[in-house]
């Protein structure tokens, strides 16, 4: 029997054991997010219900878009730290028109062209001024929040009658049941599973995908072998900030209000949630339904502190803090692990 036979099984089961490792953190959202779900039936109810959980769909369709343009980012070893600041000055500019009188679809459409403008801003710096991504979307977010600001101080809300409302409006599926297991959708949320589906394709079944994996993993040995990585680094940036702009519409036709101040820190918590759903902060490795998981367990989270009452709204930033240290440290321990495997 030859050498190159011996050693075949040790070769498989340590290529078998590393996709395990790497798959751990995405588990540990996972289990994290059952035993949240179980926690909370357990101790207040009326938490794993229909109604229940497609209004947590809902009030966190924008923070999974967000989270969905993170992934892609974040996979080829980047940050985009502007995703926030440009939902303010998107949605600000959005309603403002609305407001004015002009159709609907164009304060959609400049809404999102907002968000792909700064991506792209973000990404010709980093791209072709070889600025790094941390700072180049720190001056993005500096600049969109202080845009916003120059448009108004002041919270602007849309007209009652306004079509642009009806992206948030609830659609019951389910009438006549119970009120606890009525099942409700918005257009909002319809667009954010498509979303989510399209970007699983992508970055699973497409070339632009296995580049930014890639780009992420080594991104040398992907201009090597010929991979387009300038025009993929521009392209991760450009989708993290239209999906910002979409986003802004989500959030806003969903309370019917825009401010200056809007988004504070969502860029954070979308950051957050991707890491919790298993992405590398190194890049390289990840999933889309991951980062749908860890957008999921931060809703959950905040739920769950309502729901009890008795603890103070600021201790989510805390335990949101405590839990991504955690999910950090066992992505450090995991890369650990596959170096030695």
């Known amino acids: 029997m030859s050498t190159a036979t011996l050693n075949a099984p040790a070769a498989g089961s340590s290529k078998s054991s590393s996709g395990w490792l790497s798959a751990l953190p995405t588990i540990a959202s996972v289990v994290i997010l059952i035993l949240m779900f179980a926690y909370g039936q357990a101790s207040y109810g009326k938490i794993i219900q229909a109604s229940t959980l497609s209004n947590l769909l809902i009030e966190n369709a924008h923070l999974i878009v967000l989270a969905l343009g993170l992934t892609f980012v974040i996979l080829t070893g980047g940050i985009d730290l502007s995703v926030g600041a440009v939902v303010a000055v998107s949605s600000l500019t959005g309603v403002m028109m609305a407001n004015a009188g002009l159709p609907v679809w164009l304060c959609i459409v400049v809404t999102i062209l907002i968000g792909s403008a700064f991506g792209t801003i973000s990404g010709i710096l980093i791209q072709f001024f070889n600025v790094q991504p941390f700072i180049a979307t720190l001056a993005m977010m500096f600049l969109a929040r202080g845009i916003a600001s120059m448009i108004s101080t002041d919270p602007q809300r849309l007209d009652y009658e306004s079509s642009y409302l009806w992206f948030g409006e609830k659609i019951k599926l389910n009438e006549g049941a119970l009120r606890s297991n009525v099942v409700s959708v918005t257009p909002s949320l319809i667009v954010m599973i498509v979303l989510v589906l399209v970007a699983w394709w992508v970055l699973k079944r497409t070339r632009t995908g296995r580049t930014v994996y890639a780009i992420g993993g080594a991104e040398n040995s992907a201009q090597l072998m010929g991979l387009p990585v300038g025009r993929t680094k521009m392209s991760v940036y450009v989708i993290s900030g239209t999906l910002a702009g979409i986003a802004s519409v989500m959030y806003t036709s969903r309370l019917g209000t825009a401010q200056n101040i809007t988004g ?39 739920l769950l502190i309502s729901r009890d009452g008795t603890v103070p709204p600021e201790a989510t930033t805390i335990i949101t803090g405590v839990i991504l240290l955690v999910f950090v440290l066992l992505q450090r321990v995991v890369n650990l692990k596959r170096k030695t495997t």
Not at 281 to 291: A, D, E, H, K
């Open 264 to 302: 504070v820190g969502w860029e954070l918590d979308a950051i957050a949630a991707v890491v919790i759903g298993g992405t590398m902060l190194t890049g390289g490795y990840g999933f889309v339904f991951g980062s749908v998981v860890g957008a999921l367990v931060l809703g959950v989270l905040k």
